[in-house]
């Protein structure tokens, strides 16, 4: 048990949809993370959270909106999306200590397909 | 453009042998590395990491080598193991950024194969 679960682990959704990724994390920490894998690509970072406030924003579209109402849940809503957006989206989360050495531990990540 | 690249997407290795999955970097404001490992249908799972300041490191079967002048690391899992069977993930960090959060750049992935 990785002690970051996320719901749900699939969703299929069509472009006109809204849908809600939910992460939570039970391990104490205060930095919590969304990445993007696609096919063939490196993880790719969309956002951090620090102490619940958004320190990155890595040029994602509009269309992706987090959400961190507490340092142990993180959600990503997501509205009109296109089918280039299909792709596995994990969270994570890290305990960021004096000297910026920490690890992050990821959930399982929401398989997303949008027709 | 990949600031940290894993020329090799996959790799056989029989059991019992030497399993060496490579990392280079661009980017020299890198100070720690990690190295991620990850089964289908789950989240990568923290491996090993090395900071800067050394050159080795050591875990078990696991062992991360750094070679910062040539911008290059290692992972070397002996003797490899069926269970070893995942795709292996070279991260790395320049420490903080923004506000104190922690940002990993990944490269694009290993696919090691162990072989009964």
């Known amino acids: 048990e990785t002690g970051v679960t996320q719901t749900p682990r699939h969703l299929v959704m069509g472009m006109t949809n809204k849908k809600s990724l939910k992460c939570e994390q039970h391990?104490?920490?205060?930095?919590m993370y969304w990445y993007k894998q696609s096919a063939k690509k490196p993880l790719e970072l969309m956002f951090v959270?620090?102490?619940?406030?958004?320190?990155e924003n890595n040029s994602v579209p509009s269309r992706f909106s987090p959400e961190c109402p507490n340092s142990s849940h993180l959600f990503l809503h997501l509205h009109t999306l296109q089918p280039e957006d299909s792709a596995l989206y994990l969270c994570?989360?890290?305990?960021?200590?004096?000297?910026?050495?920490?690890?992050?531990?990821f959930g399982p990540g929401t398989r997303l397909t949008v027709l | 453009d990949q600031q940290v690249k894993q020329n090799s997407p996959s790799l056989s290795v029989q059991e019992g042998r030497i399993s060496i999955l490579n990392c280079d970097y661009t980017n020299s404001m890198f100070d720690y590395f990690l190295w991620y490992k990850k089964y289908p249908a789950e989240g990568p799972t923290f491996l090993i990491s090395i900071s800067s300041i050394k050159d080795k490191n050591e875990d078990g079967r696991f062992t991360v080598f750094l070679n910062k002048s040539a911008k290059h690391l290692s992972l070397h899992i002996v003797p490899s193991q069926p269970g070893d069977s995942a795709v292996y993930f070279c991260?790395?960090?320049?420490?903080?950024?923004?506000?104190?959060?922690?940002?990993?750049?990944f490269g694009k992935g290993t696919k090691l194969s162990v072989i009964p």
């Open positions: 391990l104490g920490h205060n930095a």
């Open positions: 991260a790395a960090s320049e420490g903080y950024s923004g506000a104190g959060s922690y940002q990993l750049t």
């Open positions: 994570a989360s890290s305990q960021v200590r004096t000297g910026g050495r920490n690890e992050q531990f």
């Open positions: 959270y620090n102490f619940k406030e958004q320190t």
